[in-house]
């Protein structure tokens, strides 16, 4: 299995400022994806980290708002740019192994924007 | 499109009481599902993974099994006890993206 970790692991953020979040794993991974869980829902898809080239958004997410890199198989990074209250969620990190197909996360990252 | 479905929402059991929670998917074309648990604000834990061609996978007190044909899963927690309180999401992969469901929040009460 794959060990993810995530930081920071919670924030408290000023509006319109930008926060990067850091996702490290421990052994490699075919897939990377970052999601975000807002208050008593259930995960939505932000983008697939795709190594060393432009990261694959779904509809309503845009680059310029989540830039994410992948400079290698094991690490990424999701910055959430020109931040308002409703980015406050929780946004996660995952690795997805090629062979069994097994999803893991990371601990998430709890962002609260003031 | 893949559609996941996590009945009931909440369920509240004294401890000890042995439970069922489920899921249901809409397209039987699926490449394996995977069972999580979500403790407040936290990640989630990857609790069993059934490949497509299982029946059922077992990890302790945990037991989920998976019916293509008919778009369901099951996880069964056997003497249920109150750190088993958590949200519970299921995970639908269809090979090339992953379809979760909305999660099954559980109490159990000592």
């Known amino acids: 299995s794959a060990v993810i970790s995530q930081k920071p692991s919670r924030d408290i953020c000023q509006r319109g400022t930008s926060l990067t979040i850091q996702c490290q794993v421990d052994s490699q991974v075919t897939m990377m994806f970052w999601y975000r869980q807002q208050p008593g829902q259930s995960l939505t898809l932000i983008a697939t980290?795709?190594?060393?080239?432009?990261?694959?958004?779904e509809s309503g997410f845009v680059i310029d708002k989540f830039p994410i890199s992948r400079p290698n198989l094991t690490f990424s990074t999701l910055t959430v740019s020109n931040m308002s209250p409703e980015d406050s969620s929780i946004y996660l990190c995952?690795?997805?192994?090629?062979?069994?197909?097994?999803?893991?996360f990371g601990e998430g990252s709890r962002l609260t924007v003031l | 499109k893949q559609e996941v479905t996590q009945i009931p929402a909440a369920l509240s059991v004294p401890e000890g009481e042995n439970l069922v929670l489920n899921c249901s998917f809409t397209d039987s074309a699926i490449y394996n599902l995977q069972w999580f648990r979500q403790d407040p604000g936290k990640g989630l834990t990857s609790l069993l993974l059934?490949?497509?061609?299982?029946r059922e996978q077992t990890s302790g007190r945990l037991n989920a099994s998976l019916d293509k044909s008919s778009g369901r899963s099951t996880l069964y927690i056997a003497a249920s006890q109150p750190g088993d309180s958590a949200t519970y999401l299921c995970?639908?992969?269809?090979?090339?993206?992953?379809?979760f469901g909305t999660g099954t929040s559980l109490t159990v009460i000592p």
């Open positions: 995970a639908v992969n269809t090979g090339n993206q992953f379809y």
């Open positions: 980290a795709n190594q060393g080239s432009e990261a694959t958004y």
């Open positions: 059934i490949q497509s061609s299982q």
């Open positions: 995952s690795g997805g192994q090629g062979d069994t197909g097994e999803l893991f």
